[in-house]
């Protein structure tokens, strides 16, 4: 083997070598730390780097992908956590009130059948809509408290389904690769809850629109319950807007995952990751010469 040749295979296990120490460590920085490595677009921050609760708001109408920037800041975390929950909860209190209103203007209020009587009784529904039987006439819902057990049904109990999930959520962000604290993983989940509220409330005129419709024009029991229904259900609708938000904000932090994951082979050995000439037999003749 001449010079050449030995110089060639120097350089070509030295360049192996740190093909194989870059593919063995992990990267363990947080996702906040690292800069995207995707194809979007310039965002210029320098005006969102602390932004009170209207800018927030409008960074979640207008402007995404900078809030996906602003989130793998992690000084930013304190600041737009309780801002982005605050943002939800006012988005589903207004939702209950302005349900409230529709069921009372419409003379009609959910109640729900225990599980126990749907089972034994298959004719009963699991949800009816009866009128509104109270002295107080059709405001008894506002006076008893029931309008407001309606408005923290839904303020509370969907921002509490969506704490059941944080756990799932960062399991499975670890096992795929990505490099997330907790804490990331909630202020994507509570962003997520907000657009989702944002959504909601952009979606109420219109469902109102239609409600005061129905309920003026007298268009039937059948459509009126129907409406109903579908008012009560529009949280879980709007809800698709925050999934796929969470869906996107996790996909720009798929940067912090190995760079060999995907192509990482389950059960093989380290140390021919680290030196990958050595598993290549060489063929040397009876002089001692190797090729």
Not at 71 to 97: C, D, E, K, M, W
Not at 151 to 176: D, E, H, I, Q, R
Not at 271 to 278: K, N, V
Request: hydrophobic residues 45%; aromatic residues 8%.
């Amino acid at each position: 083997m001449n010079a050449a040749e030995y110089a060639t295979r120097v350089r070509n296990r030295q360049a192996m070598d740190a093909e194989a120490t870059i593919c063995q460590g992990y990267d363990t920085e947080s996702a906040n730390e690292r800069e995207s490595t995707f194809a979007v677009e310039e965002v210029n921050l320098t005006e969102v780097k602390e932004p009170n609760t209207l800018g927030l708001v409008e960074l979640l109408l207008k402007n995404r992908r900078g809030l996906h920037q602003l989130l793998r800041r992690q000084t930013a975390h304190a600041g737009l956590l309780p801002r982005l929950l605050a943002i939800s909860i006012v988005g589903f209190v207004l939702f209950g009130v302005t349900m409230s209103l529709v069921l009372t203007v419409s003379n009609r209020w959910p109640s729900l059948t225990a599980i126990a009587t749907v089972i034994d009784h298959p004719t009963h529904g699991l949800i009816s809509f009866d009128p509104i039987h109270s002295p107080w006439g059709k405001i008894g819902p506002w006076v008893n408290g029931q309008a407001i057990v309606l408005t923290g049904a839904y303020a509370f109990g969907l921002v509490a389904a969506s704490c059941v999930a944080l756990p799932s959520l960062y399991f499975y962000c670890l096992l795929a690769g990505v490099r997330m604290s907790m804490l990331e993983v909630v202020v994507h989940a509570v962003k997520a809850k907000s657009i989702a509220a944002v959504a909601l409330v952009g979606i109420l005129p219109i469902y109102v629109a239609v409600a005061m419709g129905v309920v003026i024009f007298h268009a039937g029991e059948y459509l009126l319950q129907l409406t109903i229904f579908v008012g009560l259900i529009l949280p879980f609708i709007a809800g698709f807007w925050g999934t796929a938000s969470l869906y996107l904000g996790f996909l720009q932090l798929c940067d912090t995952m190995p760079a060999d994951s995907e192509t990482r082979a389950p059960n093989t050995s380290r140390a021919h990751t680290s030196r990958p000439w050595m598993s290549v037999p060489s063929q040397c003749d009876g002089d001692g010469r190797c090729s």
